[in-house]
Structures are given as C-alpha cells and as structure tokens.
C-alpha cells in the first residue's frame, strides 16, 4: 500500500515570508497532484505533474517533482492570507481509474 | 458551469441509525468517487463509480455501500452507524476518461456526526 508523508504538518508563519513544504511516497508516483483545502470546502486542484525532474509554477508557487517521482515539493513565495489552508499532495496509483492516495496535509496559517 | 453538489451539508445521527448521502456531479461527467476525511486518518478512498458500475473500493468495512444511477448521481450508504464514523464524506467527479492528468473536481462536502 503506497503511503505518502507529508511535511511539516503545520506550519504557521508571518505574510510576506517564504515557505517550502514536502511529499514524500513509499513507492514511485504515478500521477502527483497537489490540492488546497479550505474550510468547509471540498480540496481544489492546484497541479498535476508526471514527468521526473519537472517543475511548474502557478502565480508564487512553484512545484518540484523529484528526479526519482518519489518525493515534490511545494514553495510559496511572499506568503499572503489567502494562502493559508489545507495542502494535500496525492497520487492516482491505478491507471485508467480516478482513485486517489492522499497524503495527511500540511495545515498552512499566514498571519497578517 | 454548475460545481459538485452535495446533499445534505450537515448531518446528526445516533449510533447504530443508517445514514444516506447524495451527490451530484458536474454535466457530463460519469465518474464519481466518495472519500471519507477525518482528523486522524485524513483523506481515505471509498469507492468509484462509473456508468453505474463500482469501478474501485477502498478498505472500509460492508457497512459503507454506494450506487450510481442512470444520470450518474450517485448516492453512499453507511449502516448502523458507528461513533467513527463522524467525518466530512466528500464526492468526487470527473469526465472518467482515465487519462493521467485528467481533473477531479471535489464538492463542499457533508459533515457527518455520530453520536
């Protein structure tokens, strides 16, 4: 059974900083994807990445998939109140089906 | 373009009552997922519906049932609740075509307790 760890598991820090949190899989990834959660919300899609070594990046954040596809990272640059939420990073193990392993999430608070 | 719908938001039931939650997906879409998400165990997989058919189960105990219907809504039923099992139950849509980087679009959810 694949698990994913995620890292830290809260972290909280001032508007205006930078911050880079972690992913982490027991087995290669097959389809990483990243989601946002706030409260009383159901996860949104942030990025889906495939390809070993790729890096994308969506406004101030900027994705990093491993050489290997074990492991990603998420950095978020000048951190703003509105960043603040759950980030969950998940894998789609079964090809041709929408099944998804999630990891437990980082619990993000931006203090104003 | 209309989101996932959800009903009922919030739920209370008592131990050992049985509970139904509906879903609705976005047009067109035929594949639905249920998830269940608690403190502890955070997101975990239920099951996957396409064109009526249970295409995935998670490993939850034969209380955790679904269906899907013709329209693709699909509904989950849980029996004789247990304390548990108060979580967020969340549905998932998407086209089902099965392409690697195709997009799940969650709803807001149904917060479930159980006491």
């Known amino acids: 059974t694949q698990l994913l760890e995620q890292s830290p598991q809260f972290l909280s820090i001032q508007e205006g900083e930078n911050l880079t949190v972690y992913c982490n899989s027991s087995s290669v990834f097959s389809s990483l994807q990243w989601y946002r959660q706030e409260p009383g919300e159901g996860p949104v899609l942030l990025v889906t990445v495939v390809t070993g070594g790729e890096v994308k990046k969506l406004k101030r954040l900027t994705f990093q998939f491993g050489d290997a596809r074990k492991d990603s990272s998420l950095h978020i640059t000048a951190a703003q109140p509105g960043d603040t939420g759950l980030y969950l990073c998940a894998d789609r193990p079964i090809q041709g089906a929408q099944k998804l392993v999630f990891g437990q999430g980082t619990r993000l608070t931006i203090n104003p | ?115």
């Open chain 2, 1 to 115: 373009k209309a989101g996932v719908t959800q009903t009922p938001r919030y739920l209370i039931k008592t131990r050992g009552q049985q509970v139904t939650l509906s879903c609705s997906p976005i047009s067109g879409h035929r594949s639905v997922s249920w998830y269940q998400q608690t403190p502890g165990q955070g997101l975990q997989f239920l099951f996957e519906y396409f064109s009526e058919t249970q295409r995935n189960k998670g490993n939850f105990p034969g209380r955790f049932s679904g269906r899907q219907f013709s329209n693709s809504r699909s509904e989950m039923n849980v029996s004789t609740l247990e304390l548990g099992d108060s979580a967020l139950y969340l549905c998932a849509s998407s086209r089902g075509a099965g392409v690697l980087k195709e997009t799940q679009y969650f709803g807001p959810g149904t917060r479930l307790l159980v006491l």
